[in-house]
Nanobody
Framework: QVPLVESGGGLVQPGGSLRLSCAAS????????MGWYRQAPGKQRESVAR???????NFKASVKDRFTISRDNAKNTVYLQMNNLKPEDTAVYYC?????????WGQGTQVTVSS
């Protein structure tokens, strides 16, 4: 069983919105803060947002006013709502625990922001 599965990426124009979803196994989800990460071509993977088990959130400065992170404890799912997307948001987006657990890295979901 794949522990974390991301979905929801796609091609969107600048200024558009996307919502990413990450379905997690229950044991991982219930016990951990969860995070969204991204890796742009030629760059290192970076943390974008995180949410604790109690719902406290934290964001990378460049996305703070545009992205929101939430978790649905009944569905073992964490979401990343991305608004007012910019070309520099183009990357493969991953979810993982926070801090990340190496074996849990999945395939990610591609987000491309382009006109």
């Amino acid at each position: 069983q794949v522990p974390l599965v991301e979905s929801g990426g796609g091609l969107v124009q600048p200024g558009g919105s996307l919502r990413l979803s990450c379905a997690a196994s229950g044991s991982i989800f219930r016990a951990n803060a969860m995070g969204w990460y991204r890796q742009a071509p030629g760059k290192q993977r970076e943390s974008v947002a995180r949410i604790t088990t109690s719902g406290s959130t934290n964001f990378k400065a460049s996305v703070k006013d545009r992205f929101t992170i939430s978790r649905d404890n009944a569905k073992n799912t964490v979401y990343l709502q991305m608004n007012n997307l910019k070309p520099e948001d183009t990357a493969v987006y991953y979810c993982n625990t926070w801090p990340p657990t190496s074996p849990y890295w999945g395939q990610g979901t591609q987000v491309t922001v382009s006109s």
